[in-house]
């Protein structure tokens, strides 16, 4: 039994522990620290002290919001800390889908080569920094020989790699808590200031249905969580519908800093990027082409599909032995055809192509 109000007794199973402590420390200032000097010495006594100091108003609790003002925001802010410019910054979530075959994951291969080697991607500055792929759809054997193509693409100095680094087929689920702290972790070790994630739906495991707006939101909150904590720039693959549109809720469109369309089709070397949703830059479009030969792959910027400019890129490929001005040059298959890689420090930096 417990004596419970003006002397009676009450049954210890209606006894209500948090509404009792509540009224001590209401009503009798003190009574708080002094139960919990009381119990110390009892085997839950770590445990019951922290639930009496929980009920004690004199007890400092963490402010939850952190307030701003407006003379915050006028106050100098610093530049976007981009990772790849106008397009992935540090702390950010996007999505970069489109159909199947249409090189998505190359390019976004491409773009972690160059950002992890300091290259220029197409016509974007990157910010070399390590990167991490998250692969859950090609395997060990297939995306380790594809990363190897695009290093050699970009004539990657194979005895001083550049940092980037790959899991694959770990069964990472985005949706759950343990798992994105585990990615958070392995973002820590690695230094990886981009992380491209292949793809959503081989990794939201608890989105049944992709037209669940809380669900799809609750993932990308966590996401927002460890892109922020890490000032890393998360990409994640997706496919497109049907209608060459964007799968499931709005809410994914809603949540991301930038939504990046990519189509190609797959008997062409085109490859067409459109920016659906941007938070950072205006609404732009670009292009590139891509290059197979020799076991190596490489993008190069171009003019949108169907322009003269192609022609001009089809073809080339990775020189191996440096001309007299510095550069690597290679005449490709079509005879009066040039392309010459610019490099720096002993790296690509971009590839220049002309028809001679």
């Given at each position: 039994m417990v004596v419970g109000e003006r002397g009676a007794t009450v049954s210890a199973k209606h006894f209500d522990p948090e509404g009792v402590l509540a009224r001590l420390t209401r009503e009798r200032p003190g009574t708080a620290q002094a139960l919990a000097d009381l119990i110390r010495d009892d085997p839950e006594g770590a445990r019951l002290t922290e639930r009496i100091l929980a009920h004690d108003p004199s007890t400092p609790k963490p402010q939850r919001f952190i307030v701003h003002s407006a003379a915050d925001a006028l106050k100098p802010q610093p530049p976007i800390d981009w990772i790849v410019e106008r397009l992935f910054s540090a702390g950010s979530v996007?999505?970069?889908?489109?159909?199947?075959?249409?090189?998505?994951?190359?390019?976004?291969?491409?773009?972690?080569?160059?950002?992890?080697?300091?290259?220029?991607?197409?016509?974007?500055?990157?910010?070399?920094?390590?990167?991490?792929?998250?692969?859950?759809?090609?395997?060990?054997?297939?995306?380790?020989?594809?990363?190897?193509?695009?290093?050699?693409?970009?004539?990657?100095?194979?005895?001083?790699?550049?940092?980037?680094?790959?899991?694959?087929?770990?069964?990472?689920?985005?949706?759950?808590?343990?798992?994105?702290?585990?990615?958070?972790?392995?973002?820590?070790e690695t230094g990886a200031r981009l992380v491209v994630i292949d793809s959503w739906i081989a990794t939201a495991q608890g989105v049944e249905n992709e037209n669940d707006s809380v669900k799809v939101q609750a993932v990308?909150?966590?996401?927002?969580?460890?892109?922020?904590?890490?000032?890393?720039?998360?990409?994640?693959?997706?496919?497109?519908?049907?209608?060459?549109?964007?799968?499931?809720?709005?809410?994914?469109?809603?949540?991301?800093?930038?939504?990046?369309?990519?189509?190609?089709?797959?008997?062409?070397?085109?490859?067409?990027?459109?920016?659906?949703?941007?938070?950072?830059?205006?609404?732009?479009?670009?292009?590139?082409?891509?290059?197979?030969?020799?076991?190596?792959?490489?993008?190069?910027?171009s003019e949108p599909s169907g322009s003269s400019r192609w022609a001009r890129h089809r073809n080339t490929f990775c020189a191996t032995s440096p001309n007299t001005s510095g550069r690597l040059s290679s005449p490709s298959w079509q005879g009066q055809m040039f392309a010459v890689m610019h490099r720096r420090g002993g790296r690509c930096t971009r590839w220049q192509s002309w028809a001679g």
């Open positions: 996007a999505v970069v889908f489109g159909d199947g075959g249409s090189k998505k994951t190359y390019s976004m291969l491409d773009m972690s080569v160059c950002v992890a080697g300091g290259l220029h991607w197409l016509d974007f500055p990157t910010t070399q920094s390590a990167a991490l792929f998250v692969d859950e759809e090609s395997g060990n054997r297939r995306l380790s020989r594809r990363i190897a193509e695009t290093l050699r693409g970009h004539c990657v100095n194979e005895d001083s790699p550049p940092p980037l680094h790959y899991i694959t087929l770990s069964r990472l689920n985005i949706c759950d808590p343990a798992d994105v702290a585990e990615l958070h972790n392995l973002i820590a990308f909150n966590l996401l927002r969580l460890v892109a922020e904590d890490t000032q890393t720039a998360i990409v994640l693959i997706d496919h497109a519908n049907k209608a060459n549109g964007y799968r499931g809720s709005t809410a994914k469109k809603g949540a991301v800093d930038m939504m990046l369309l990519v189509e190609s089709k797959k008997d062409s070397p085109n490859v067409d990027f459109s920016t659906e949703k941007t938070r950072d830059t205006e609404p732009f479009n670009f292009s590139a082409v891509a290059h197979f030969a020799d076991g190596r792959f490489f993008l190069a910027a």
